[in-house]
């Protein structure tokens, strides 16, 4: 579904196999050298997301080199065939080729305030990934934080892509539904990947 210019929203894409692969592969990734942090932004305030990068670190707010986990190749394989479901083999113009994925983990209570994803230097889309419980994604406007927005509920197995006009929208996830996880996931919570190209 077309939820904005630019945002399809696929419900249900990845197989309950293919969610249960990916959060076996988060949980191995968070054992590597650079685990699931609280992130602190430059003000003082610490997010209650727990982030991990594959691939080139973000840290507010730049890219840096990549020093713990590198983004599997596999990974990004996937980033291309997500943007190729949303957008067709064309819409692709000249692929995708995303150098990091950052991991969301949302555990009891945890909700990301509106921004923009403004870091990349890159018009690439970006490519979002559900796992675990469902969750409000708040699709917002390009000029503020507030009114006009949309709530798109968010299940496992959900791909989301955003790019053209909805790439430098505010967004947001005010609420995760604690216990809506599939038990065969054996997952507490809302993990979160989005592949993206820096440009960095
Ligand atoms: C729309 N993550 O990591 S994913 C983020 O569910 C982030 O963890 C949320 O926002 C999460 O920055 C939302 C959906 C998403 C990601 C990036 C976007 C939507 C976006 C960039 C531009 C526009
Ligand atoms: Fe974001």
């Known amino acids: 579904a077309v939820v904005a210019p630019g ?3 696929v419900p249900g894409w990845l197989s309950l196999a293919r969610q249960r692969e990916l959060v076996d592969a988060c949980r191995e990734w968070g054992r590597g050298p650079d685990s699931y942090r609280r992130t602190v932004l430059p003000g003082g305030g610490v997010m209650s997301v727990r982030s991990l ?3 080139r670190r973000w840290e507010p707010y730049r ?9 599997p190749d596999w990974l990004a394989a996937l980033g291309r065939e997500a943007v190729v479901e949303a957008y067709g083999e064309s819409g692709g113009l000249g692929g995708f080729s995303p150098d990091t994925a950052l991991v969301n983990f949302y555990g009891a209570g945890a909700r ?6 403004k870091e990349e230097r890159s018009g690439a ?3 979002s990934l559900s796992l675990g419980d469902s969750c409000v994604f708040r699709l917002g406007n390009a000029e503020n934080r ?4 949309r709530d798109v ?3 496992s197995g959900d791909l989301f892509v955003f790019g053209g006009a909805s790439r430098w929208v505010h967004h947001g996830v005010p609420a995760v539904r604690p ?3 599939d038990p065969a996931l054996g997952l507490a919570g809302r993990l979160n990947i989005t592949l993206r190209e820096t440009g960095w």
């Open 7 to 9: 945002a399809v929203h």
């Open 53 to 55: 990068c594959l691939g």
């Open 63 to 71: 890219y840096l080199d990549s020093v713990g986990v590198e983004l």
């Open 112 to 117: 990301m305030g509106m921004h923009q994803d």
């Open 125 to 127: 889309p970006v490519v």
């Open 146 to 149: 507030g009114r006009p927005y």
């Open 153 to 155: 509920e968010l299940v």
């Open 179 to 181: 216990g809506t996880a």
